[in-house]
T-cell receptor, first 113, second 114 residues
């Protein structure tokens, strides 16, 4: 059964203090791994898609990496506006026709000024 | 690009009434749309998947007669919560995909049943 586990559940950082969020996954075949950002009371905002081990993608202070078992979302010199819940999701090759995503529970990041 | 809207953003209804939520893809044609439910401090729970012109596929445990989904066109899907009860109060979010693997999410609809 496909499974996605994110850690830590919550993370508090000081502004400028870099860190990483982890997403471990188990799928029979990975079609894609997705990172989203969700602010309170809003829908998730798409950040990245990673398709194969070794792939990396960057956007501003965020960098996502992928291995065969996990993905990391690295946050460099975070700012208070980076505070949000970060969601990781996977799509199994068996569900590629439906596009179904399996979500982790999310990591809630708080960046203090 | 890839903007998804939802209407209304919030709604309050009385127990026993029905409420309809619209999900629109504004700048792309959505071959598939998804409906999720999210409880406070929890992750998204997929309710159903719908393709334009086809019947929706519901996840296990989701009552298809209670949560009616209609994907009338390539830019519009609706979720109707029938005979709503307080336990149906939740945050409902739709997403859409236009053929690529990414799902783009709407801003969500907060439903409160009194």
């Amino acid at each position: 059964e496909d499974q996605v586990t994110q850690s830590p559940e919550a993370l508090r950082l000081q502004e400028g203090e870099s860190s990483s969020l982890n997403c471990s996954y188990t799928v029979s075949g990975l079609r894609g791994l997705f990172w989203y950002r969700q602010d309170p009371g809003k829908g998730p905002e798409f950040l990245f898609t990673l398709y194969s081990a070794g792939e990396e993608k960057e956007k501003e202070r965020l960098k996502a990496t992928l291995t065969k078992k996990e993905s990391f979302l690295h946050i460099t010199a975070p700012k208070p506006e980076d505070s949000a819940t970060y969601l990781c999701a996977v799509q199994d090759t068996g569900s590629s026709n439906t596009g179904k995503l399996i979500f982790g529970q999310g990591t809630t990041l708080q960046v203090k000024p | 690009g890839a903007v998804v809207s939802q209407h209304p953003s919030w709604v309050i209804c009385k127990s026993g009434t029905s409420v309809k939520i619209e999900c629109r893809s504004l700048d792309f044609q959505a071959t598939t749309m998804f409906w999720y439910r999210q409880f406070p401090k929890q992750s998204l729970m997929l309710m159903a998947t719908s393709n334009e012109g086809s019947k929706a596929t519901y996840e296990q445990g989701v009552e298809k007669d209670k949560f009616l989904i209609n994907h009338a066109s390539l830019t519009l899907s609706t979720l109707t919560v029938t005979s709503a009860h307080p336990e149906d109060s939740s945050f409902y979010i739709c997403s859409a995909t236009g053929g690529s693997y990414e799902q783009y999410f709407g801003p969500g609809t907060r439903l409160t049943v009194t």
